[in-house]
């Protein structure tokens, strides 16, 4: 990693979100291939949305985007999100550095937009990709429950389908309606909204511009800088809590981790005072 | 909270979770109402599903739950679950704790399942309840991709409406297909499915007999204890994390958390080194 770092920082990070069923697989196949018409070579993390509590990916590597799979200017891996904390946070920062010191021109992180992965996908990403489709009422309910902030560019997939003249309309409106819906005036970011039909790969000219558009707003305006500082101390803050909870779990006599727990449990203790002995080992 | 310690841990911690538009609200409140007459008091925290990068509140206190407002034995709270990690981390087991030292006989836990706050509300609570409703399909896709492993208790509320029986047939089918389908064969606990119709109020009895049940098998099995250490574990963990950030903030040099977090973001530094540095802090 140390030697990896200066390599590092070149290559946009997209993120793309979205409610199952809205396309996404096809959609993410359909951009690369407009990315790589541009000669950009393409990294793909797909983010598994295994359960927090059984692991295992749902998808596999081989099932997904046959188009690419003999182009050596695209790299396509499948990812288990296993695990609540430190899921997305703990094993995917490091796979887009890789990615990233490899010299990637764009690294796509596609996450099923259910679960607490289309946050943390906002956090790692420079651009982050909502995804829509007519028809599914979740997708504009989700929008008013934190989706519309993540969204740094829109997404109406199937476009072709009836209700999605309405979904744009509903999404402008929202997003007039938000705080975001005002950032045009000050020079900051608008998001606009792309119509796409990823089957027949049409808008995905228009979303490519869209996402060139936003990178040289992150860098004119200092955001990128910004995002990647908050992005790195997110996963330094990561890394050091995983090596205390190493050093706690080998803690002995009453301060290991589960005997605290135990204690504060059975109402011996309170978690304050168990909180200050574990930290008192650090000492 | 050192003095409340051995007042806790009488309490029964029910989570209630669903999608927007399940009718939530109004099913913990005829829930309220059945368990209020069986002479229990009923403390509610109905933690709000603010965005986690602008916080704010969607419901008031005073326009929820009208019905129980001069009842003593209810207590309503609404809390925001601000910020990304640590936001019902940090806070709802706190006012949890209250509510218990306080003697009340359940504690509600309502909050939304979008987010990440569907899978830690299943972590603080000793009961998971997922409401869904017919004609949802996001109810069923959002059960697919993890639902289905926190539930306790299952409600198909508005069970009057057209497609409920097969919203009922769907879960029943996709509990049996899961690990979850096994677990009665053992003497382990196989979720029930209630259901209900809450402007009506039919169906609660059978809700509140499924949550006692569930509740005595917790008891018995000893997933009680179990479940409630965990929980006492991630409790210490956030505490003991939030006192360190305080303690990284405030070192100087190039060894507080923003400056390693710029160093890795302009690569000068990678993410290992720097929580290294971080953590030689401690020493």
Chains 1, 2 share one sequence.
């Not at 955001?223 to 809590?241: H, K, N, V």
């Not at 204690?263 to 978690?271: F, H, L, W």
Request: hydrophobic share 40%; net charge negative.
């Amino acid at each position: 990693m140390a030697a990896l770092a200066p390599y590092a920082g070149q290559a946009h990070v997209v993120g793309l979100t979205g409610s199952p069923g809205v396309g996404k697989s096809t959609a993410t196949s359909a951009l690369v291939k407009v990315l790589r018409s541009e000669g950009k070579r393409v990294g793909v993390l797909a983010v598994d949305p295994s359960s927090p509590f059984s692991g295992g990916a749902l998808l596999g590597d081989r099932v997904r985007m046959g188009d690419h799979a003999l182009d050596e200017g695209v790299y396509i891996r499948s990812m288990a999100s296993r695990g609540h904390l430190g899921g997305l946070a703990w094993t995917t920062p490091q796979a887009l550095r890789v990615l990233d010191a490899a010299g990637f021109d764009v690294v796509l992180v596609e996450t099923v937009g259910v679960g607490q992965s289309e946050v943390e996908v906002a956090g790692l990403a420079d651009t982050t990709v909502v995804l829509l489709a007519p028809g599914m009422g979740d997708g504009i309910q989700a929008a008013k429950a934190g989706i519309l902030e993540i969204g740094d560019v829109f997404v109406v997939n199937k476009a072709d389908r009836e209700g999605a003249d309405q979904t744009r309309r509903e999404l402008r409106s929202m997003i007039a309606q938000s705080s975001r819906g005002a950032e045009g005036r000050d020079g900051s970011w608008k998001p606009p909204i792309v119509s796409t039909e990823a089957r027949a790969g049409t808008g995905f000219d228009q979303l490519a511009t869209a996402l060139a558009e936003h990178r040289a707003w992150l860098e004119s305006s200092g955001e990128l800088e910004q995002r990647r500082t908050r992005r790195a101390r997110d996963e330094i803050e990561a890394i050091a809590l995983t090596a205390l909870r190493t050093r706690w779990g080998q803690l002995h006599g009453n301060h290991d981790l589960d005997a605290l727990a135990a204690s504060v449990a059975s109402g011996e203790s309170d978690p304050y005072a168990a909180a200050d002995r574990l930290l008192g080992s650090l000492d």
